[in-house]
């Protein structure tokens, strides 16, 4: 830099010293210094975009290599800067905007380097953000034709084949991967879902236990919470580490560079409680089968009943009614995590619930960044969101004494419920249909299971073979999610000695006519270590009974919590062995299942109104026992 100044020398050598020894903040601050007396020096705006890049600053950092670019439009080492760093910042913020600019950036800079690997590689990654998986599909393909020995970009491959419906073909991208670098754990653990997905048992257990050493010993492997609920073996206390690896991976750095959205609020005597529900779910979604009454149950005189939806807008008749039953409904897709916060402050809410979790599509970053004095986990991911930065991630769970008879298993302090799960009493329900019409025999007593493929485990699909074993006249009729499970499952009952045609594959309908042809089926034998949820409402509430195992984490206790309060515990089995004797036992005693108090409709699992009641006493402990000063930083 050709500068005399005195000064200035100075604070160039004292930044240059802070970088050298790793003070990347104070050499930041520095070179800020100096860009206030050298305004149009491009060196320290490189140096500070640098520096605020590797300080997951990319929204800074993105400033400072635009102003580059604007002094230099010919520069692809600016231009791919700046790519990085809208990238990042769409991955930190989940900006659409973001992955928009970063689209643009890394097309305009491939015009230059077509054959840079690097380049379609995060084009195809910000193609994935923006749902345009088939564009993702065809960048990330040219990315490994330009680099084949990249096994994150295999990875990302799997990722987007998955969603696009091959699952076939993302094992093999996922098993490419881990070839390649068998330390991409993420890889291990996508790879380890859509086996389960695909019901291919094979090397699971091995694998299973991989994960869960990497859980409990590597805490910057990226495992998902969501997949590892599903785990057999998998203990809470893991499920808890789990969770709590996977926010410090994701917030740590942002929560730390972003104490300015924390509320600034006082609590004052109000009229109305305002109760915030987020959510990417408020669509034709099972959620809405769960949450919709209660909304509208609400008592308006004494709270305010907020929605902050980022999710899809599907114009549905399910989607219009929640529209309608909240006070306020925010489409928050277009704002990224700060903007989302600052909103939800605006709007002054007191207690936020979020309803989606560590699911795929969430943005659990809102709640992270604390954008109201109390926030609650429940519903959307059936497990504890575990501690960021050593601080419990939310300050609350809604539970009830059957899904989580030990409070140490959550990071968040219980808030107890008659019942965990609320339900819609006003499910659509469809035309009636025949046996016939479902490829069912006319004779024959039906077991069901309408849960997702990946819930189906080894040891539960042998207890399902024994089952029908010792129930001739029987057959099992299971949900047609993909081909590759279909075959796998009727491969497995074959070499089990159950022909594969007492297996009958449901296809998937609309949720009308899902619910409608529940009235064909005798029994729901229900899964472990995943329970069923939803379907397990769904079930009661065409009069089905349920069949569970008692598991030892939540996902496995909420179908025993759901017959407990419909006032069934006898459809509660402590074992596996429990379990299998009663299938057979109401198999062969079909009469025996029209003993059982089948209320149904009329169950207070049914009841919204109690529910709203019930759920809106806690809101009001907890709001009356808040110390507003212990939530500020």
């Given at each position: 830099m050709q500068d005399t100044n005195r000064d200035s020398n100075q604070l160039l050598n004292q930044a240059q010293q802070a970088e050298l020894q790793g003070n990347?903040?104070?050499?930041?601050?520095?070179?800020?210094?100096?860009?206030?007396?050298?305004?149009?020096?491009?060196?320290?705006?490189?140096?500070?975009?640098?520096?605020?890049?590797?300080?997951?600053?990319?929204?800074?950092?993105?400033?400072?290599?635009?102003?580059?670019?604007?002094?230099?439009?010919?520069?692809?080492?600016?231009?791919?800067?700046?790519?990085?760093?809208?990238?990042?910042?769409?991955?930190?913020?989940?900006?659409?905007?973001?992955?928009?600019?970063?689209?643009?950036?890394?097309?305009?800079?491939?015009?230059?380097?077509?054959?840079?690997?690097?380049?379609?590689?995060?084009l195809g990654n910000a193609q994935r953000e923006l749902g345009k998986p088939q564009a993702a599909l065809e960048s990330l393909r040219l990315s490994i034709k330009f680099d084949p020995n990249d096994a994150d970009a295999h990875n990302n491959l799997g990722n987007v084949q998955r969603e696009l419906g091959r699952l076939d073909a993302a094992i093999?991208?996922?098993?490419?991967?881990?070839?390649?670098?068998?330390?991409?754990?993420?890889?291990?653990?996508?790879?380890?879902?859509?086996?389960?997905?695909?019901?291919?048992?094979?090397?699971?257990?091995?694998?299973?236990?991989?994960?869960?050493?990497l859980v409990r010993e590597e805490p910057s492997a990226q495992i998902s919470p969501f997949a590892f609920l599903a785990l057999s073996g998998a203990t809470a206390s893991e499920q808890k580490q789990c969770a709590s690896n996977w926010a410090n991976n994701l917030f740590g750095h942002m929560i730390e560079n972003s104490a300015q959205t924390a509320p600034n609020k006082t609590k004052n005597a109000k009229e109305k409680i305002n109760i915030g529900y987020l959510s990417a779910d408020f669509r034709l979604h099972p959620l809405a089968f769960l949450i919709t009454e209660l909304i509208e149950k609400h008592d308006r005189n004494k709270f305010k009943v907020v929605a902050y939806s980022y999710g899809a807008v599907d114009n549905t008749p399910t989607r219009k009614r929640l529209v309608k039953a909240f006070d306020q409904f925010n489409d928050i897709r277009s704002l990224n995590d700060i903007q989302a916060v600052q909103k939800i402050q605006q709007d002054d809410i007191d207690i936020l619930v979020d309803l989606t979790g560590f699911t795929q599509t969430s943005r659990t970053g809102i709640v992270a960044l604390k954008p109201a004095p109390i926030s609650i986990n429940w519903l959307g991911y059936a497990g504890t969101m575990g501690y960021l930065n050593n601080k419990p991630l939310f300050d609350y769970i809604f539970a009830d004494h059957i899904i989580a008879p030990n409070p140490d298993d959550f990071s968040e302090q219980l808030l107890y419920l008659p019942c965990y799960q609320p339900n819609d009493?006003?499910?659509?329900?469809?035309?009636?249909?025949?046996?016939?019409?479902?490829?069912?025999?006319?004779?024959?007593?039906?077991?069901?299971?309408?849960?997702?493929?990946?819930k189906i485990t080894a040891a539960i699909f042998s207890a399902w073979m024994r089952i029908l074993e010792h129930a001739p006249n029987s057959v099992l009729w299971l949900l047609d999610c993909n081909p590759w499970a279909k075959s796998n499952l009727q491969r497995e009952a074959e070499n089990a000695g159950v022909a594969a045609e007492r297996i009958i594959f449901a296809p998937r309908v609309p949720i009308t006519e899902h619910l409608a042809r529940h009235v064909h089926a005798n029994l729901f034998l229900d899964t472990l270590p995943y329970n069923a949820h939803t379907t397990a409402s769904d079930a009661l509430f065409m009069g089905v009974p349920v069949l569970t195992i008692l598991g030892n984490t939540l996902a496995s206790r909420v179908a025993a919590s759901l017959l407990t309060r419909a006032g069934l515990p006898e459809l509660i089995a402590n074992n596996l062995q429990d379990y299998e004797q009663k299938a057979v036992f109401f198999a062969q005693h079909p009469e025996k299942l029209n003993e059982l108090n089948l209320a149904n409709k009329k169950s207070p699992l049914f009841d919204a109104s109690q529910f709203a009641r019930d759920i809106e006493q806690q809101y009001l402990n907890i709001w009356g026992k808040l110390d507003i000063s212990t939530k500020l930083p």
């Open positions: 990347n903040h104070e050499a930041l601050q520095i070179y800020q210094q100096l860009l206030l007396l050298h305004p149009t020096e491009l060196g320290l705006h490189a140096r500070c975009g640098n520096l605020c890049a590797q300080l997951a600053r990319f929204e800074e950092a993105a400033g400072y290599f635009r102003r580059l670019l604007q002094a230099n439009k010919k520069s692809d080492d600016t231009r791919n800067a700046l790519c990085y760093c809208l990238a990042a910042l769409g991955n930190q913020a989940h900006s659409n905007s973001n992955y928009l600019q970063a689209e643009a950036c890394f097309e305009e800079v491939i015009q230059h380097q077509p054959g840079n690997a690097a380049y379609w590689y995060n093999a991208s996922y098993e490419r991967a881990l070839q390649i670098n068998p330390n991409l754990h993420h890889a291990l653990a996508h790879l380890v879902h859509q086996k389960q997905h695909i019901c291919d048992w094979t090397d699971l257990d091995v694998q299973i236990t991989e994960i869960r050493r009493s006003q499910r659509p329900i469809g035309k009636n249909t025949t046996k016939v019409e479902n490829n069912l025999p006319a004779d024959v007593f039906v077991f069901c299971c309408f849960n997702q493929t990946f």
